[in-house]
C-alpha cells in the first residue's frame, strides 16, 4: 500500500471508584493537564488488558517473555521425542545465538521477549531440518508469522535491532475531562475466631481511589498492519483490536471496586492524512455538577470539527453513543460499527490494489 491509511479511536468512558493502574505508593495513576490534577490510566496498562482479552478471545497472541528459549526447547522434544532436556536446549541455543540473541547462564533473555506460537514453531522445524544453521534464515523466520499483538504492539530487540518490528498501533494514556480528587477508603476486618466481647480490628488500612469520565485514544496505522501481516489479516486485525480497546478494562483492584463498565461514547474516524488525537478538547477541564459525558461529548465533538480546519475530509466517520450526532454516521451497536469500520478498510485497500 503506498496511500496513507489511518483509523483513529476517541472514547469516553466513565469509571466509577476505582484504583485500575497505580503509581509506586499505590495510588492510582494521575497526570497534570491543563493546570489540574486529572486521573490517567496509562496506555501499557490498557494494552495488556487488550492482549489479555485476545487471548482469552482465542485471537492471535504472542508470549512475551524471558524464557523464549525454553519454550522452543519444549517445541523441539514435542516434534522429536528422542531429544532430551539438554539435546533440546543446546539445540534452541544455538537458534537464540544464530539470531543474535544472548542468553543467560539460566538460558534467559536479557529482557522480554515477544514471540508468537508461529515462529517458535517454525524455529523448532528449522533446527531439526537443518545441522547448519543460515542466520538469515532464522532472523527471517523471527519476522515472519507474527501473532497480532505483536504486529498491534511491535518488538524491540536491543541484542539484535534486524528483528525489531514497528507497531502500527499507537495507545495514548488516558486522562479524565476533568479534574479529581483523590479520595481514600479507611477500612477494617474482624477475625471470625475472635469471640463477641473481643474489641477492636485484626486488620485496618486504606485504599487510595478516584472515580472519571475518561477520554482514551489510540489510533492504528493500516498500512504498517498490512506490512506485518498481510491485507487480509490486517483488516480483520483492526476489527479485533477496535472490539478488544473498547471492551477491555485494566484489572487494578478490580475485586474490590467492580468497576468494569463499558464506553459512553465511541467516534472510530478512518483517515488518509494524518491520525488525530483529540485531547485538546480537554486541556480546559469540564466543571459540572450534572455529570461529565454530556459536556465531555459535546467538547470532543466540537473539538472534531475545529480539526477539519486542518486535515483533509476523512473516508468515513463513525459515532456509537450519540443518535443524533452531527458529525458522523451514527450505528446502532458495536456490531455495525465493526462492520462499517471492516467494509471501508477493504474499500480502500481494493481501490488501492485497483490503481496500482
Known amino acids: ?66 524464557t523464549a528459549a525454553t519454550l522452543l526447547a519444549k517445541e523441539l522434544q514435542a516434534r522429536d521425542a528422542s531429544l532430551d532436556d539438554e539435546a533440546a536446549m543446546d539445540k534452541a541455543s544455538d537458534i537464540f545465538a544464530a539470531a543474535g540473541i544472548k542468553l543467560n547462564k539460566e538460558h534467559e533473555t536479557g529482557a522480554l521477549l515477544l514471540v508468537s506460537r508461529g515462529q517458535i514453531s517454525k524455529l523448532a522445524q528449522y533446527a531439526l531440518d537443518n545441522e547448519t544453521l543460515d542466520k538469515k534464515e532464522v532472523k527471517k523466520v523471527l519476522k515472519g508469522d507474527q501473532s497480532l499483538d505483536l504486529a498491534l504492539f511491535g518488538r524491540m530487540v536491543a541484542d539484535n535491532p534486524e528483528l525489531n518490528v514497528d507497531a ?21 476486618a474482624l477475625d471470625d475466631e475472635q469471640g463477641e466481647d473481643t474489641t477492636g480490628a485484626a486488620m485496618l488500612g486504606t485504599i487510595d481511589f478516584n472515580s472519571a469520565t475518561l477520554y482514551r485514544y489510540a489510533n492504528l496505522n493500516i498500512n504498517e498492519l498490512v506490512h506485518n501481516l498481510n491485507e487480509a489479516d490486517a483488516i480483520k486485525g483492526a476489527a479485533d483490536f477496535i472490539k478488544d480497546f473498547l471492551l477491555s478494562m485494566p484489572t487494578g483492584k478490580q475485586n474490590t471496586f467492580a468497576n468494569k463498565t463499558l464506553p459512553n461514547y465511541v467516534m472510530v474516524t478512518v483517515r488518509t492524512d494524518t491520525p488525530v488525537n483529540l485531547v485538546s478538547a480537554f486541556e480546559n477541564p469540564v466543571n459540572s455538577d450534572k455529570g461529565y459525558v454530556v459536556p465531555s461529548i459535546k467538547r470532543l465533538e466540537d473539538e472534531y470539527v475545529r480539526t477539519q480546519e486542518y486535515v483533509d475530509q476523512p473516508l468515513i466517520n463513525l459515532v456509537l453513543g450519540k443518535n443524533d450526532s452531527m458529525i458522523g454516521d451514527s450505528v446502532a451497536n458495536l456490531s455495525e460499527l465493526l462492520k462499517k469500520v471492516t467494509e471501508e478498510l477493504a474499500k480502500a485497500v481494493q481501490d488501492e490494489n485497483t490503481n496500482d
Open 168 to 188: 502500527s498501533v499507537q495507545v495514548a494514556h488516558a486522562v479524565s475531562t476533568h479534574e479529581v480528587v483523590p479520595e481514600y477508603d479507611y477500612f477494617t
Open 1 to 66: 500500500m503506498t496511500t496513507n491509511l489511518y483509523v483513529d479511536l476517541s472514547v469516553l468512558q466513565t469509571v466509577p471508584s476505582s484504583n485500575i493502574n497505580r503509581d509506586d505508593t499505590g495510588a492510582p495513576k494521575t497526570a497534570l493537564y491543563g493546570g489540574v490534577a486529572r486521573a490517567r490510566v496509562s496506555s501499557q496498562s490498557w494494552k495488556k488488558a487488550v492482549r489479555d482479552v485476545f487471548k482469552r478471545d482465542n485471537t492471535s497472541a504472542g508470549t512475551r517473555t524471558k
